[in-house]
């Protein structure tokens, strides 16, 4: 697939082809289940077909020229570039766990969408325009470049490479969760299938692959994200905009929640999380977003700085597209669990249920003493409370943040074709957004390390092949760190998040609007915020470490970024100034137009190819 030329100028022609053949797909599908296809081929189908495509997509991007597996050639229009953005970034987190969150959290869930939405603010403002008229590609070469040396380099490598191994374990564990339940194969044998896909788009393609595979990914997300609750609107109150109805199921399951004696925990704010920790989250989500390297990267792919200004716009508008509709989903899912679920007999429960079971996200126990009778329970080692009387009540059953959306098709009895695209449509969140981990660890690692710092003298060959061993060596060990499936996803990204923040944040933007800041005090500030968050992080959840303030560990950049802040600032004033030529480059950059910086081009003339 070529992306010069005719390619470029009939994106809207293709995408709309391919989109078309998807919908048919669908409706083949649909077909099959009117016709008594197994749901378990459907289900293989559903996933087959759509790896297929990825596959397919990073197989004729394949390249060997440089220019092309780092940056895409620099020729992603901006509303294709935010299109590829939104599904880089609606990773397993957005489109997985999100509603399950606004299911379990109820009103204090939305810190998570206010967080990741507004960092997008941040970016638009503070950081893309710039990084893209800089004309350096990565986050770590921006540093080097900037703080003029290879320790600024090195540190922000460092701090890359935990928190995007960190978001990636994430990614894979949705992976995993999605072919799991769908193959019916053991979790841990399904993050490595899903694996394949993954790595067939990054590994040959690089960001042209990732590029426009996750073009197609968005595309096949987002409408395996509505349509579900759009079809329950239509059914519940004959409108199918969930977006303006889910109110409505609210207010049921407000009536139903008081029947069962259950508090409105999802109308109220700061049940679930203290005023303080939603605030910490929304903060720590919105820098941790303007620091991520692997979104920063993409704005490095088009045009022109103002390409990359309005990409930032088409991302917002593109993601917006399921946040919104994120509510709806925990509300429509919450009410067919009251009307259809709770209340029952055990023994005539939905099939779904004994279905989530077996992958462990489902918990029902009506024993009095679960270890006494396990054959009355899923999963036994879940402390849930039961009364041994045979009818489901509220307290007996547990539902997994993680499998809310994956599940909400079957929990509403909706045609299974429906449940095999939302699980194509949360294997394409998850895969996009570990495309663009995976290239982001592994071009720094083979770019900033191996080339810049250990052999500048390397072919392209070797380098392009540096970078493909490092990216199937990264996916492996990341593959086999999710199989323990350690945590939900949505916290595990939070994580990342806030290790992203503490170490990147501070660096960045004062690197671009204070140009007194030097390169020891830029050094110093990485390291104390980085290790600041990291050992409050691993402390709580590992180590028994006692809460700073009560504040949650996923917003553990709450104390990494005023310790970066603080030091960066301090060390930067008792040192000597950057030269004139470094103070003249930073106000360059500033500036919207005109060409690139004559150090930043000094910086990389000897790799003439990335431009």
């Not at 297929?52 to 901006?78: H, M, Q």
């Not at 059914?235 to 303006?244: A, D, K, N, R, S």
């Not at 909706?414 to 996009?432: E, M, Q, R």
Request: proline letters at 4%; glycine letters at 10%.
């Amino acid at each position: 697939m070529a992306t010069k030329g005719g390619f470029v100028e009939n994106l809207g022609k293709i995408y709309g082809i391919y989109t078309g053949g998807f919908i048919g797909f669908v409706i083949l599908m649909a077909i099959l289940e009117q016709l008594g296809v197994p749901d378990r081929a459907i289900g293989y189908m559903f996933i087959g077909f759509t790896i297929a495509i990825y596959a397919l997509i990073g197989i004729i991007s394949r390249t060997t020229e440089i220019s092309e597996y780092y940056v895409a050639g620099r020729r992603v229009p901006a509303i294709y570039n935010g299109m590829a953005t939104g599904a880089d970034w609606m990773s397993a987190a957005s489109f997985i766990s999100m509603a399950g969150s606004l299911y379990v959290l109820g009103y204090d869930g939305l810190g998570y969408v206010l967080g990741w939405t507004g960092g997008y603010v941040l970016v638009a403002i503070l950081l893309a325009p710039y990084l893209r008229k800089f004309g350096i590609y990565t986050v770590p070469d921006f540093l080097g470049t900037r703080y003029e040396g290879h320790l600024p380099r090195l540190l922000g490598i460092v701090v890359l490479f935990c928190a995007s191994f960190t978001y990636i374990v994430a990614q894979i564990v949705g992976v995993g969760i999605v072919t799991s339940r769908f193959l019916q194969i053991p979790f841990g044998a399904a993050v490595f299938v899903g694996l394949a896909g993954i790595l067939v788009c990054s590994m040959l393609g690089g960001m042209r692959a990732v590029t426009w595979t996750q073009v197609a990914q968005y595309i096949i997300l987002i409408i395996a994200y509505i349509l579900p609750v759009a079809i329950l609107s239509a059914q519940l109150y004959g409108v199918p905009i969930p977006q303006l109805t889910y109110g409505q199921a609210l207010q049921q399951i407000s009536e139903l929640e008081q029947t069962l004696g259950v508090a409105n925990a999802h109308v109220a704010p700061f049940v679930n999380l203290d005023s303080l920790n939603f605030f910490a989250l929304i903060l720590c989500l919105m820098i941790g977003t303007a620091s991520l390297p692997h979104i920063l990267m993409r704005y490095f792919t088009t045009p022109t700085v103002r390409d990359a200004r309005k990409s930032v716009a088409w991302s917002l508008f593109f993601i917006f597209l399921l946040y919104f509709t994120a509510p709806a989903y925990a509300a429509f899912a919450k009410l067919e669990i009251y009307q259809a679920v709770i209340g029952q007999s055990i023994a005539d429960l939905p099939v779904w249920v004994a279905n989530w079971g077996t992958v462990g996200l489902v918990t029902i126990c009506d024993a009095v003493d679960a270890g006494a009778t396990i054959a009355n329970c899923v999963r036994s080692n879940v402390p849930i409370n039961g009364n041994g009387d045979g009818i489901l009540q509220l307290s007996e059953f547990v539902i997994h943040p993680d499998a809310i959306v994956l599940a909400t098709p079957e929990i509403a009895g909706l045609p299974y074709v429906i449940a095999g695209l939302v699980a194509a449509g949360g294997l394409a969140a998850a895969l996009s957004t570990a495309d663009g981990l995976l290239l982001a660890i592994a071009n720094a690692l083979s770019h900033d390390v191996y080339y810049q710092m250990i052999d500048p003298k390397a072919s392209t060959t070797r380098r392009l092949t540096v970078a493909r061993v490092l990216l199937v060596v990264v996916a492996l060990v990341g593959a086999y760190s999710a199989s323990f499936q350690p945590a939900v996803i949505v916290s595990m990204v939070a994580w990342a998040f806030s290790l992203a923040a503490a170490g990147l944040f501070v660096p960045l933007v004062l690197g671009i609007w204070w140009k007194r800041t030097t390169k020891a005090g830029a050094c110093a500030g990485m390291i104390a915020g980085f290790m600041v968050c990291l050992v409050y992080l691993v402390g709580t959840q590992f180590g028994g470490m006692e809460l700073w303030f009560g504040v949650r560990n996923i917003s553990s950049a709450l104390f990494g970024l005023p310790a970066a802040f603080v030091v960066t600032i301090v060390v930067s004033l008792m040192t000597k100034a950057p030269s004139k030529e470094m103070q003249d480059l930073v106000d360059s950059v500033r500036i919207p137009r005109g060409a690139m910086p004559a150090l930043a081009a000094k910086a990389i003339q000897h790799d003439p190819a990335l431009r």
